[in-house]
């Protein structure tokens, strides 16, 4: 089944560092793909999706290239901020599914 | 503001009691899904209301029961928690199903504890 891989955490970086988390995916189809960020205490809230290949999805300085080709979605920012740190999750849903799974999550530390 | 509500934020109950755990949007949206997360894990869809229609998954223990009275409710009851179903259990609405066009608004979460 579809299914979705991302890069463990945590991971801790120093504030105006650049971010990556990796993400991969698997499915039958051709899926939607998202980054869906949690702040503390909070529910997730949507970052950014894409709905085919190649379109970049981008919000508050984050970005991810929909990557056929290595079936990836990886998250990148340039320089992250303290307001940054959260768990990021990577997620799919195949198109006119009700199903959305998602990755385990990723969580960021942003110090100062 | 337009939010996704969840009640209590932390439930601590007794292995095999029944809990109820609660969920109220006032988006309006017609679609109502309850998700377990459990630690370091991906959130696991357990079902989804599409208005008064209770969809299951087909691996949701027959523990898990849902009952949405109105658009804007819906519950998660627990007939016998174990041990196992300590867990945050996320909330989540859509204006429609499809989900690769449709964001999903989520809860805070309630977190579960089974003693």
């Known amino acids: 089944g579809d299914s979705v891989t991302q890069m463990e955490g945590p991971v801790t970086l120093s504030e105006e560092a650049f971010l990556t988390i990796n993400c991969t995916y698997t499915?039958?189809?051709?899926?939607?793909l998202f980054w869906y960020v949690q702040y503390p205490g909070e529910g997730l809230q949507l970052l950014l999706k894409?709905?085919?290949?190649?379109d970049k999805g981008s919000n508050k300085g984050f970005e991810a290239t929909y990557r056929k080709e290595t079936t990836s979605f990886h998250l990148e920012k340039g320089s992250v901020q303290v307001s940054d740190s959260a768990v990021y999750f990577c997620?799919?849903?195949?198109?006119?599914?009700?199903?959305?799974?998602f990755g385990a999550g990723t969580r960021l530390t942003v110090k100062p | 503001d337009a939010m996704v509500i969840q009640n209590p934020r932390y439930q601590v109950t007794q292995f095999g009691k029944p809990v109820t755990l609660s969920c109220s949007q006032t988006?309006?949206?017609?679609?109502m899904y309850w998700y377990q997360q459990k630690s370091s894990q991906a959130p696991k869809l357990l079902f989804h209301?599409?208005?008064?229609?209770?969809?299951n998954e087909a691996d949701t223990p027959d523990n898990f029961q849902s009952r949405r009275p109105n658009t804007s409710f819906c519950f998660l009851d627990i007939r016998s928690p174990g041990l196992g179903d300590a867990a945050m259990y996320l909330c989540?609405?859509?204006?429609?199903?499809?989900?690769?066009?449709?964001?999903?608004?989520f809860g805070p979460g309630t977190r579960l504890t089974v003693l």
């Open positions: 997620a799919l849903a195949e198109n006119n599914n009700n199903d959305m799974r």
């Open positions: 894409a709905t085919k290949a190649d």
């Open positions: 988006l309006n949206h017609n679609v």
């Open positions: 499915a039958t189809g051709y899926p939607s």
């Open positions: 989540a609405t859509s204006r429609e199903r499809a989900a690769s066009y449709n964001e999903q608004f």
């Open positions: 209301y599409y208005d008064k229609d209770f969809n």
